[in-house]
């Protein structure tokens, strides 16, 4: 919705966009441009969704929840980068007693604030065009043009109407914290790993309540997600068969992504007897936005936005709505909730992907058990005795046993629970688990050959149901936990501008 009106009629023009902002709430999706709307707004775009035990010394007793947003940045981007939109509400979402609706929600609010530093250019002041003025180090420095902060809510019950809290630094009491600037270049940050050590000093202690401390880290990662996007999407133009590291390329690999990481204690995230704990994240935009023909000085005021959130992305378990989702469905599917994924049922019961890798690759053959009990149980439930809740409403999440205790870095394995590592997808999802290829070989029907002929896994088929859930699928990229930090945030360092 677009209305041109002069500076002195602003209020009334908001009035109006706020009534009308119904008719303007658009469907929009997530997930790397899988979807139509948000290629449009990559700012809201999420990208990825992790949630795993943590696995650095001494952090057996916690989670960590990431959630990455803005998609495919590429490390050169100035003069402005890759700033959080100040108009959206990015959340995180927990489900504690696996009825599909939130218990407890973060949610992160952002604020870009300029300091107009300006340089005298013959007698005259002028504002420089970039983002900052000199070198950088240490928090808020007065050579950082634009300084970034964000606030944290907690919330108990449903993400409107429940019990808020502001949340705190554990020290000092703070509410308000600083984002790091993304990683302009060596140079910029004294030399080859001078970011890092400017980015851990933005790692902050957040008092939770009585459950204990958590952590939190807001900034700019080397994009984790692995896979060869271009041959994937033309037409699996790979060798599915061939060997698990055949030399693709991983497409992401020179990209950069902007991620909100929270490590919070297990009490604090789980509910009475139930240890499995779901969860997903979601970004949501005012209902009206106003377009301002004439903006005054400052950062971000050519447009105006109010009204109702509306939520415009949702990320949880991965590729759903990449490889699962109905082309006309995907917008639909990220303004949706969990407690409504009855309305998407069929992609899952009745899924186009592996008929499509059979009409393409005819030796694997598709499962012929209809409806598809195994992928409902995987993508919807969770697998009883690993990560499925006592009281489970289908629905969509990423799901996580946190009594299952992690599996430390070096005996990771890619394929997870399985390659009968249980700490691993879809056992919750680490950042070095080859979902990927996993989802290849789960749409195919592994289920169906791992749970064997007495079911085990009570996933509803048996092993002659999927014929090729047997072969290791794959699109010939591979990573391991090794490829990433082993600490909190655990995603590596962004790639320099100046790379």
Same mark, same amino acid.
């Given at each position: 919705m677009k209305i041109h009106t002069r500076s002195n009629q602003w209020l009334a023009a908001i009035i109006s966009g706020l009534v009308l902002g119904g008719a303007f709430a658009p469907a929009q999706a997530s997930s790397h441009r899988e979807a139509p709307f948000l290629s449009n707004a990559p700012k809201v775009d999420g990208t990825d969704f992790y949630m795993f035990r943590s696995y650095a010394p001494n952090r057996a007793g916690y989670v960590t929840m990431i959630a990455n947003f803005i998609p495919f940045q590429d490390p050169q981007g100035g003069p402005n980068f890759f700033q959080f939109d100040q108009n959206a509400l990015y959340e995180i979402h927990v489900d504690?007693?696996?009825?599909? $609706?939130?218990?407890?929600?973060?949610?992160?609010?952002?604020?870009?604030?300029?300091?107009?530093?300006?340089?005298?250019?013959?007698?005259?002041?002028?504002?420089?065009?970039?983002?900052?003025s000199s070198t950088i180090s240490g928090v808020?420095?007065?050579?950082?043009?634009?300084?970034?902060?964000?606030?944290?809510?907690?919330?108990?019950?449903?993400?409107?109407?429940?019990?808020?809290?502001?949340?705190?630094?554990?020290?000092?009491?703070?509410?308000?914290?600083?984002?790091?600037?993304?990683?302009?270049?060596?140079?910029?940050?004294?030399?080859?790993?001078?970011?890092?050590?400017?980015?851990?000093?933005?790692?902050?202690?957040?008092?939770?309540?009585?459950?204990?401390?958590?952590?939190?880290?807001?900034?700019?990662? $080397?994009?984790?997600?692995?896979?060869?996007?271009?041959?994937?999407?033309?037409?699996f133009n790979l060798n599915p068969l061939g060997p698990e590291v055949s030399g693709n390329r991983n497409d992401l690999e020179g990209k950069n992504v902007s991620s909100i990481a929270v490590e919070m204690p297990i009490a604090c995230l789980t509910s009475g007897s139930e240890p499995v704990i779901g969860a997903y994240a979601t970004a949501s935009m005012r209902q009206g936005r106003l377009l301002n023909p004439s903006p005054k000085s400052g950062i971000n005021n050519a447009v105006k936005e109010g009204g109702a959130w509306s939520q415009v992305s949702r990320t949880g378990m991965p590729l759903v709505n990449e490889v699962i989702i109905g082309l006309d469905d995907k917008d639909r599917f990220n303004t949706s909730k969990p407690v409504d994924d009855g309305q998407f049922i069929n992609y899952v019961t009745h899924p186009v992907l592996p008929a499509v890798i059979e009409s393409l690759f005819p030796s694997a053959k598709a499962p012929t058990n209809f409806p598809r009990t195994d992928l409902v149980t995987v993508f919807l439930k969770g697998i009883a005795g690993v990560n499925q809740p006592a009281n489970v409403v289908a629905s969509e999440m990423l799901r996580l046993n946190t009594s299952i205790a992690p599996t430390m870095l070096a005996a990771q394995n890619s394929l997870g629970v399985a390659a009968g590592d249980n700490a691993g997808f879809p056992n919750g999802r680490r950042p070095g688990d080859d979902v990927v290829d996993l989802s290849l070989r789960v749409a195919m029907g592994a289920l169906c050959v791992l749970t064997g002929q007495s079911d085990a896994l009570k996933v509803g088929c048996k092993p002659a149901d999927a014929p090729a859930g047997g072969l290791a699928l794959t699109d010939g990229v591979r990573k391991t936990a090794a490829d990433f930090k082993p600490v909190f945030p655990y995603l590596n360092t962004p790639l320099p501008g100046n790379n």
């Open positions: 504690n007693n696996g009825d599909a $609706k939130e218990d407890i929600t973060l949610q992160f609010r952002f604020k870009n604030t300029s300091k107009h530093t300006a340089l005298n250019v013959g007698g005259k002041s002028v504002m420089i065009p970039l983002i900052n808020n420095p007065a050579s950082l043009n634009v300084r970034e902060t964000y606030t944290i809510d907690m919330v108990k019950g449903d993400r409107r109407s429940g019990a808020r809290t502001r949340l705190a630094a554990a020290n000092g009491g703070a509410t308000e914290f600083d984002k790091p600037v993304d990683n302009i270049g060596d140079k910029t940050f004294g030399g080859a790993g001078g970011y890092e050590t400017y980015a851990n000093l933005h790692t902050y202690d957040i008092a939770m309540g009585s459950c204990g401390t958590g952590r939190v880290f807001v900034g700019q990662r $080397k994009e984790p997600f692995y896979i060869a996007i271009g041959k994937t999407f033309d037409l």
